[in-house]
């Protein structure tokens, strides 16, 4: 697993439509308008904030669990609205001893539907893939968020089963959670 690719420098990914760079103070506006969306968290481990200085300081958090080489939170931002911020994907839990890491993604209500994040998962996967030399990238999803388990599988991940009572995420409790994956051999064919 080449690190280096990931924490040597911040990586910027593009693509035709999607950019994901790094998420800066002035993004505030938009960071607090997902993070205070309790819909937008419905299914995830992550509580909501509603207070915009907390907000705040978790972007300090970003920068410092970047430091740390603990995990990446990119900003995805589509070409045509370069300062505009519609959502955030990360890549954490990077497992040398396994070449796995896990991923996640979460956007602005107002931009569900529009393929926005199926693209940013595709360009993340083409980079842990071919630059940081993954073998494996997983996500753990609730069993009723249909439309994060359609993100995956439209990227070729595979269902590969329900981890019963298996995980403690935040506000939730203890929760089933099912595991999807996608190995290389499965996306550079």
Same mark, same amino acid.
């Given at each position: ?66 430091? %740390?080489?603990?995990?990446? $939170?990119? +900003? ?10 519609? #959502? &955030? !994907? ?63 599988? %439209?990227?070729?991940?595979? $269902?590969? +089963? ?10 939730? #409790? &203890? !929760? ?14």
């Amino acid at each position: 697993m080449n690190l280096e690719a990931v924490f040597g420098q911040f990586p910027i990914l593009q693509s035709d439509d999607i950019v994901l760079k790094k998420i800066e103070d002035d993004h505030l506006d938009e960071v607090f308008e997902i993070y205070n969306n309790d819909r937008v968290f419905e299914y995830c481990g992550i509580i909501p904030k509603h207070n915009k200085d907390t907000v705040k300081n978790m972007i300090g958090h970003f920068e410092r669990d970047y430091h %740390k080489k603990s995990r990446v $939170k990119w +900003g995805i931002f589509y070409h045509s609205e370069p300062g505009r911020l519609m #959502g &955030i !994907i990360e890549a954490q839990d990077f497992n040398q001893k396994v070449n796995v890491v896990t991923i996640g993604y979460f956007l602005a209500e107002s931009h569900w539907g529009k393929g926005i994040a199926a693209g940013a998962v595709n360009l993340l996967l083409d980079f842990l893939f071919r630059d940081v030399n993954v073998n494996r990238i997983q996500a753990e999803v609730m069993p009723r968020n249909e439309n994060s388990k359609k993100v995956l599988l %439209k990227n070729g991940f595979i $269902k590969e +089963g329900t981890l019963r009572q298996a995980t403690l995420w935040s506000g939730k #409790g &203890i !929760i089933d959670i099912e595991m999807y994956s996608i190995l290389r051999e499965d996306y550079v064919k």
